[in-house]
Structures are given as C-alpha cells and as structure tokens.
C-alpha cells in the first residue's frame, strides 16, 4: 500500500550538527549499555517494533509525491516479495519532516541525501547499509545551472544574480552547489539573493522560467529532467559540475531484528532489476556506513552553516 504523508515544516531542524557529532553517542536515548542491559534481564523487545508485520519505506522529498510513489510500485513490489512482509510507502512533506519521523521511530527503512542522513543520524537512532551505484561507484556529483539567456556561464558570473536551491537540508541542491559559490567568493545575501524552492525540479524550473537565474542541484535528477523533457535543454545550461560526493544512503532502525536487517540488506545488495532501479538513476547499490559521510560533515564546518537555523 502506498501512501503519502503531510506534516508540518519543523521550524529548525534542530541540531546544529556539526557540534553534535562528537557527543552524539552520549545523547542517544535508544542507545543502552552493556551494565544497564545485564542490569535489567526482564526487559522485551516488542516483536511487533522489532519485526514489524508492515514496514514504513521512506523516500526523499525531492520531485512531486505522486511522481516519486508512482515510480516506486516497483520497489515496493520487490521489498514486500524479497521480506514476506507488507510495505508502506511514505514520501513526506519536506526534508525536515522526514528527520523528524526518523527520530520518532515511525519509518522502519529512509532514503536520505547524505545532509539530510547527517542530520537524522545526530537524534535518531538509525543506520545507514547501503548507497546508489552508478557504474561500479557509490559517489555522484551536483551541477549548478543558469538560464541561457542570462548570459551567465560561469559562477562568478552568478553575482548579483538569485540562485534557487532546493531544500535547506538537501546536500546536492544546497550544501554542494553553496560551496562550490563559496570556493568562487560568493556568499548567499551578500553577493547574490537565495531561494529555496523545496525539491530539485523545482529549482529547474525556476531557473528554466527566469524565477531565478541560477540554481543547483543534483546532476543524475538534472539529467533524468532532461531526458524526460520536464526541462528544455535550450533553456537551460550547466556551468559547473561539482566534485564526487557519497551518495544517497539507504538506513534502517537500529533496533529491528538482526535476522531482518540482514534481508534487508541483503535485498537492496542482490537488487539488479533495471525496472526498480530505473528511478533511482543507478545500476544497483553497494555497501556503505556511517564513516563514508563523515566528508558532508567536514564540508558544513566549512561552510560555517548554522544547521540549527537551516529552516528558519
């Protein structure tokens, strides 16, 4: 069954993250002990938050929900055949309601962009297992666009202009893009005007309709857009393309049965179906863990973001 969820935009995503990072061990309320757990051998797990009879898949805000649902029977037919179990896709409103039903325990399995991962991780209690492989390599890249006839084609050139990006908590269509405007001395408000717009294709868009003059975001979705005509290529140009970053992680809750974990895990490692894949603009998907995005986590210190005021 698939289904679509609306909640309320956070009015922070709540953590400065970068400050977090080397306490979150300590601040984890679902994490326990060896002590306290020999201390309490009467506690049980509830099978049923353990091994749940139905899993809550999440997807990343970043196109339409009915687009991303519609694209998705394909992987929810496969999971439910692959796990015996019933799946539930969710697509929530934004990037920081999906953080936020992360931290509440209400999405068993979520597919994040490697900010937004970063941020769940810091008060959730989740992992990441497995990443998007694109020609044997789990890494992409951001590209940042203009419209032609701006004549901008490249970023200095972006001064005095507006960028669109997407969400505040995206890494290919914020944090990326962002710093490649900082490594070229352009700073948000200062040297040109910021708009978020919500999702990737919005900001192409945008940019495609003049709405902003330049935007970023990331280059496999640039390029589906593309493809699927959404965007016109004599419209709009790409002027940079960013370095490879780690992709999309897919996580898990923590505290589901081992044995499920690892069918879990091993579903999405054995997934080589061209038809499920298709959306996600890979050929398959490779193991990864939480070092692997310890690279955005150096790249928001960087750019000195203030992540607890990212939705503000």
């Not at 805000?61 to 796990?83: A, M, R, V």
């Not at 496999?220 to 140009?237: A, G, H, S």
Request: some cysteine; overall charge negative.
């Amino acid at each position: 069954m698939a289904i679509a969820i609306n909640k309320q935009v956070l009015a922070s995503v709540a953590l400065a993250v970068f400050a977090l990072v080397g306490c979150q061990a300590s601040e984890n309320k679902t994490t326990t002990n060896a002590s306290s757990l020999s201390a309490s051998p009467a506690a049980v797990v509830d099978p049923d938050v353990a091994d749940p009879k139905t899993l809550k898949v999440a997807l990343l805000p970043d196109e339409t929900p009915s687009t991303i649902i519609k694209n998705n029977q394909g992987l929810e037919k496969y999971l439910e055949e692959k796990l015996g179990k019933n799946v539930e896709l969710v697509v929530t409103t934004d990037y920081s309601s999906m953080i936020e039903a992360a931290s509440n325990g209400r999405l068993d399995l979520a597919y994040f962009g490697p900010l937004s991962y970063v941020l769940a991780k810091t008060k959730s209690n989740i992992e990441p297992f497995a990443a998007l492989k694109k020609d044997g390599d789990t890494t992409y890249q951001s590209v940042i666009i203009a419209n032609t006839t701006s004549g901008i084609d490249s970023i200095e050139k972006a001064a005095g202009k507006t960028v669109a990006f997407g969400d505040q908590a995206s890494t290919s269509s914020h944090l990326i893009p962002k710093s490649m405007l900082a490594e070229k001395g352009l700073q948000p408000k200062q040297d040109y005007q910021e708009a978020f717009v919500g999702s990737h294709d919005a900001v192409a868009v945008a940019v495609q309709n003049n709405n902003a003059q330049v935007g970023g975001l990331s280059k496999p979705i640039f390029e589906t857009l593309i493809e699927r005509k959404v965007i016109d290529n004599n419209k709009v140009k790409v002027i940079a393309e960013s370095k490879p970053y780690p992709q999309y992680p897919w996580t898990m809750r923590s505290d589901l049965n081992p044995e499920l974990k690892a069918k879990i895990r091993l579903a999405f490692l054995d997934l080589k179906d061209e038809k499920v894949l298709k959306p996600f603009k890979a050929d398959g998907f490779g193991a990864i863990d939480d070092q692997d995005y310890d690279v955005v986590r150096d790249l928001g210190k960087t750019l000195n973001l203030d992540l607890a005021k990212l939705n503000q």
